[in-house]
């Protein structure tokens, strides 16, 4: 019996369990079975050494960053390590598997998902380290204790231990909500441990970042309705049609380690919450802006997407400049004077990879580079990887405009107009905390203006030159939300064409396509065909319930308050009518 395997069996918990019912024995090991990673260092050697083969030929490298004074290995030898990373593709696994073992010969066990045990390829990735877990398990108390039980048995390993917290794969480019359950088991299966040898349980989240998503093509799909496919061997051949791609590079940034302490532990369900959401916050604060996804945000700016090269670095530098100024993480290759040559990189990779054409204008002598309409919703993947470091700006830009035509008048509403802010997009991305939202507005106020401003009330007294320094600063971001708002205002028209029904999300579905389809041909207020996405228009959803003009019961939904709707639809027509009159008004002035 392996040592693995022995270990599992000595769980606390299974002892306890097999004391009772030992005939329970025979379907832990079948679930342990089920389960299991089986490391093989030469097989990961081997692996390795094709990858550095075939890596050159899609990706232009691995861009590895650390916290200045890190020491990774002699953190893994002191503590109980789990890395806790996003998950934006399945070259996720390879990528973090491949890059650890080339750089630090540090063995990983990595949780994956029980749809990806299939033949031939189910046996390679448990040679690698991949140990696999099914979706849901709620019902199956064996199943679970024998999943706590394995994790405990690599703990008391000392193995590191990598999964992703998501629970899936983001086919957005936005984070996803944590997952709750493998926090839980890891911090319960760790305070089994003999306390005389248990080192600190340290979760160390890790911001990934990919130039281009292999499946990317596949994500837009289902964003804009299709059915997940189920992943299958046959899906292997398709890799073959990686090779005529580029995929650039993949940024990795390790964030600072966060320490359980089980003495402070008193309620496990509110203190696995509160380190979910740590460790997505800090994938989120430290998640880079790297080339693509600059370019990706610069370009979809822009409802035709036409920009000359010009133009494009112009309003790239503006970003970066902004970044720098606010500790807004910018990847490797867009510091210093690598940002003109790493930008003309990614803009060849989307060429390369038919997500940007060409188009000349021989009279004018002008080379306009735009984004292929029926692409745009895939390159929205990489802009919005990167939208929640400006959600402070994109507030501030309305803020402005409001404060000018009147409507803001004191500090308090000031305040309570940058919170409303915020609820409109809760349900879009990681927000800032209030007090932190108002901190960086205060200092983007003070960087603008020359002068350090404590309090928003000040905002009141400046001059007319000091609010266009501000606008100035923050116009960059003016329409770089324009596609929420407007999914946001579909969605309101969809709820006053139902409102004389009961209809499901599916229904609701069908009218909000039709609503943004004829919006687009015949309307004043739609412009970006990005707006029209299934997970944007599922999130109105529950934005409407939190606001109280839509019910739900046994599934259907139903318009309770027509009047407010009516009030949101003017609202948010207004919203996006000041996004362009403020970004056209404040560009005339410089």
């Known amino acids: ?94 990528a973090m598997t491949y890059l650890l073992f080339k750089e630090h010969n540090l063995p990983v066990y990595v949780a994956g998902g029980i749809n990806l045990n299939i033949f031939p390829i189910g046996n390679l990735f448990r040679k690698c380290g991949c140990f696999f877990i099914r979706r849901k398990f709620n019902s199956d108390i064996l199943y679970k204790l024998t999943f706590e039980a394995y994790v405990y048995a690599l703990l008391s390993e000392g193995h590191v231990i990598e999964f992703f917290f998501e629970g899936g794969r983001s086919r957005t480019g936005k984070l996803l909500p944590p997952r709750y359950g493998l926090f839980q088991m890891l911090i319960e299966a760790h305070s089994q441990l003999p306390e005389s040898s248990r080192k600190p349980l340290m979760f160390m989240p890790v911001s990934l970042a990919h130039e281009a998503v292999p499946e990317q093509k596949a994500h837009a799909k289902e964003l804009r309705g299709a059915q997940k496919e189920a992943e299958h061997a046959t899906q292997l051949f398709k890799l073959l049609k990686l090779f005529n791609k580029r995929l650039g590079t993949i940024h990795v940034r390790v964030n600072e380690g966060i320490v359980i302490d089980h003495k402070k532990i008193s309620d496990i369900k509110n203190s696995t919450q509160e380190l979910a959401f740590d460790c997505f916050r800090a994938v989120g604060k430290g998640m880079p802006v790297t080339p693509a996804s600059l370019l990706a945000l610069v370009l979809l700016d822009e409802p035709a997407g036409a920009l000359t090269w010009k133009r494009i670095e112009e309003n790239a530098f503006e970003v970066i400049n902004f970044c720098n100024k606010f500790d807004i993480p910018v990847s490797e290759s867009l510091r210093g004077d690598k940002v003109a040559n790493s930008l003309q990189r990614a803009l060849d990779i989307m060429i390369t990879n038919k997500k940007v054409q060409i188009v000349e204008k021989e009279k004018l002598g002008l080379i306009y580079y735009v984004i292929k309409p029926e692409a745009r919703v895939e390159v929205l993947y990489f802009k919005n990887m990167i939208l929640h470091h400006f959600l402070v700006p994109c507030f501030m830009n309305a803020a402005w405009w409001n404060m000018f035509r009147g409507n803001i008048k004191t500090a308090n509403g000031l305040t309570k107009f940058l919170i409303s802010k915020n609820k409109e997009l809760k349900y879009e991305f990681y927000l800032p905390e209030t007090r932190e939202m108002i901190n960086l507005a205060l200092r983007i106020i003070s960087e603008a203006i020359g002068r350090k401003v404590e309090n928003l009330a000040e905002a009141f007294n400046f001059t007319p030159q000091e609010l266009f320094q501000i606008a100035s600063m923050v116009k960059r971001f003016s329409t770089a939300f324009t596609h929420i708002y407007e999914t946001y205002y579909i969605g309101c028209m969809t709820l006053k064409h139902l409102a004389v029904e009961q209809f499901n999300s599916e229904r609701f579905l069908q009218v909000a396509k ?77």
């Open 514 to 590: 039709d609503i943004f389809e004829l919006e687009r041909v015949h309307g004043r207020i739609v412009k970006y065909s990005e707006s029209y996405t299934v997970p944007h228009l599922k999130s109105t959803l529950e934005y409407f319930m939190k606001m109280g003009v839509i019910e739900k019961n046994l599934g259907k939904y139903k318009v309770v308050d027509l009047k407010k709707i009516d009030g949101m639809i003017e609202h948010f027509a207004q919203e996006l009518n000041d996004q362009i009159t403020f970004n056209l008004k404040v560009s005339g002035t410089n």
């Open 1 to 94: 019996m392996s040592k693995v395997r022995d270990a599992v069996l000595s769980y606390p918990k299974i002892k306890e369990r097999l004391s009772s019912r030992p005939e329970d024995k025979e379907k832990i090991l079948k679930c342990y079975d089920e389960i299991k990673g089986d490391y093989s260092a030469a097989m990961v050697k081997t692996v390795s050494t094709l990858i550095d083969g075939s890596f050159k030929h899609l990706y232009d490298g691995i861009n590895f960053e650390v916290p200045k004074g890190m020491d990774l290995i002699k953190l893994t030898k002191e503590n109980n390590v789990i890395l806790v990373p996003n998950h934006q593709s399945h070259a996720d696994y390879v």
